[in-house]
T-cell receptor
Framework: NAGVTQTPKFQVLKTGQSMTLQCAQDMNHNSMYWYRQDPGMGLRLIYYSASEGTTDKGEVPNGYNVSRLNKREFSLRLESAAPSQTSVYFC?????????FGPGTRLTVT | AQRVTQPEKLLSVFKGAPVELKCNYSYSGSPELFWYVQYSRQRLQLLLRHISRESIKGFTADLNKGETSFHLKKPFAQEEDSAMYYCALRSGNTGKLIFGQGTTLQVKP
């Protein structure tokens, strides 16, 4: 089992560029999440998906969109990147109460 | 408002010393609390869940509803305990978690 995988590991974007962060899990979990991790701010929820076909906003959704393509995959899209979106992004999945995290994507927007 | 506060950004102790990582929460219902840990170059992972009342790697955490706290304790710190620790609160009946700001524990030899 690979668990939760994320691609890419690192990315540098220029302001205004777009990109999609990919996340997949092979544990058959219903729920999936996207977080951003910033120094002194902890992890903040961007979007989550309780099940295939549903998505909901978290604490900091502005500037992001998500797609729950199927049960395995949950992608995060930045339509027009801004320097404030420089962060480490984590995807997680959950069968019930415990969340399983991916390795993270370090994104820099210049 | 639902909130988790970890007042210390960094806690530095010597090996063998007791450790207490503080966590306070604000929640109107019956809280469900967790400690997650991120070791260097590893993924964030669950350490403790208050309902299970287990001791994991020598760590324990007791929910104190009167003080709205869920502090993480270990009597004798080890160098391998050095990591980032996050306290988290489950929001409602969803699986959503509200995380604190995190505390870096540094255990010196």
């Amino acid at each position: 089992n690979a668990g939760v995988t994320q691609t890419p590991k690192f990315q540098v974007l220029k302001t205004g560029q777009s990109m999609t962060l990919q996340c997949a899990q092979d544990m058959n979990h219903n729920s999936m999440y996207w977080y951003r991790q910033d120094p002194g701010m902890g992890l903040r929820l961007i979007y989550y998906s309780a099940s295939e076909g549903t998505t909901d906003k978290g604490e900091v959704p502005n500037g992001y969109n998500v797609s729950r393509l199927n049960k395995r995959e949950f992608s995060l899209r930045l339509e027009s990147a801004a320097p404030s979106q420089t962060s480490v992004y984590f995807c997680a999945s959950s069968p019930h109460y415990e969340q399983y995290f991916g390795p993270g994507t370090r994104l820099t927007v210049t | 408002a639902q909130r988790v506060t970890q007042p210390e950004k960094l806690l530095s102790v010597f090996k063998g010393a007791p450790v207490e990582l503080k966590c306070n929460y604000s929640y109107s219902g019956s809280p469900e609390l967790f400690w997650y840990v991120q070791y260097s170059r590893q993924r964030l992972q669950l350490l403790l869940r208050h309902i299970s009342r287990e001791s994991i790697k020598g760590f324990t955490a007791d929910l104190n509803k009167g003080e709205t706290s869920f502090h993480l304790k270990k009597p004798f710190a080890q160098e391998e305990d050095s990591a980032m620790y996050y306290c988290a609160l489950r929001s409602g009946n969803t699986g959503k978690l509200i995380f604190g700001q995190g505390t870096t524990l540094q255990v010196k030899p």
